[in-house]
């Protein structure tokens, strides 16, 4: 009898000390994702500390609008959950030499630069780069239109984010009349069948429009002119686009209707709160690319070599910064 039993203590054992294998490891990626919540709570409260120079008046405003936004912790928490999809997205790209480009547009403030940098803040920069083109020189001026972005696609394995892209010429060029009516018009000819050569190329194009409502993009304007550390994001161009509102709104209308195409269709991201904005691209563009984990070795830290007989030299003290905090 005590024979019998005997296994089933053992297995008992054996299974207890596993379940508490098991906690311990829970727990050490409990650890680590508060840690990594931490560091993301800091950031954010830098933003809100940045948000809080802002006149009585614009403070006001921001404290409303803070209210009606998504708890924090349930912000983080999602983030880092599409963060770590987004780093099997890019494995999987490299795997399989997937080219990938997404393009980035909307009204100015409506957040398209907070999104591309949660998306690359945990990837290689190797496998996924940011393009912002400033304006064209005298010499990209004369050339065909395009050509200026090409260079810049991605080749086998490569992720590429366009903050802002050809699309300029529908948009800020038309508007401000930096391109004449005939070279909208031929834009708007070329552009469906220039994205549908990439397609057959076999890169992956997804177009985003970031949508923000007049009053909001007011909020975020005045936030930027009344913070210091926040002023060189407006440009001339930015506060044109407050004068010609209607103007770009019509030009807005005109560049889905000509260019959303079934090889390239526009996705527009509704951006008056920018973490459910943040979190609703992201997890949009996952599903658009059908990626799956890719298995790796597993990865050892080697054993370090020591050699007795070296001796560590001891440098000057100049060459160290000094220590103020």
Request: charged share 35%; proline share 5%; with cysteine.
């Amino acid at each position: 009898m005590d024979k019998k039993v005997a296994p089933a203590n053992k297995r008992e054992k054996q299974a207890v000390k596993q379940s508490k294998s098991s906690s311990k490891s829970d727990g050490k990626v409990r650890d680590w994702i508060d840690a990594e919540l931490e560091d993301s709570f800091d950031e954010e409260l830098e933003h809100e500390i940045d948000d809080l120079r802002a006149p009585l008046q614009l403070k006001e405003l921001h404290v409303q609008r803070k209210k009606l936004e998504m708890d924090r912790r349930i912000y983080f928490y999602n983030l880092l959950r599409l963060q770590t999809e987004l780093i099997k997205l890019q494995d999987w790209v490299q795997h399989t030499g997937f080219r990938l480009v997404v393009l980035f547009e909307g009204r100015d403030a409506a957040g398209k630069g907070g999104v591309i940098k949660r998306i690359t803040q945990r990837l290689n920069p190797r496998t996924c780069r940011v393009v912002a083109l400033s304006a064209p020189t005298d010499r990209e001026k004369q050339q065909w239109y395009f050509q200026r972005y090409v260079p810049h696609l991605p080749s086998a394995g490569e992720i590429v984010l366009f903050d802002r892209s050809w699309y300029n010429r529908a948009g800020v060029e038309k508007v401000m009349g930096f391109a004449s009516p005939e070279q909208v018009e031929e834009f708007f000819n070329d552009v469906p069948e220039f994205e549908r050569m990439l397609a057959r190329s076999g890169t992956k194009l997804i177009k985003y429009w970031f949508s923000i409502t007049d009053e909001e993009q007011q909020l975020r304007f005045l936030m930027r002119i009344h913070d210091p550390m926040k002023q060189w994001k407006l440009s001339p161009m930015d506060l044109q686009s407050r004068v010609r509102w209607e103007q770009y709104t019509k030009a807005k209308e005109e560049m889905f209707e000509r260019t959303n195409i079934p090889e390239a269709p526009w996705y527009i991201v509704e951006g008056n709160d920018k973490k459910r904005a943040r979190l609703n691209c992201i997890e949009h563009l996952l599903a658009q690319v059908p990626y799956e984990e890719i298995p790796h070795d597993l990865i050892e830290l080697p054993d370090r070599v020591f050699n007795p007989k070296y001796e560590r030299k001891v440098l000057p003290k100049h060459l160290y910064v000094k220590k103020k905090y």
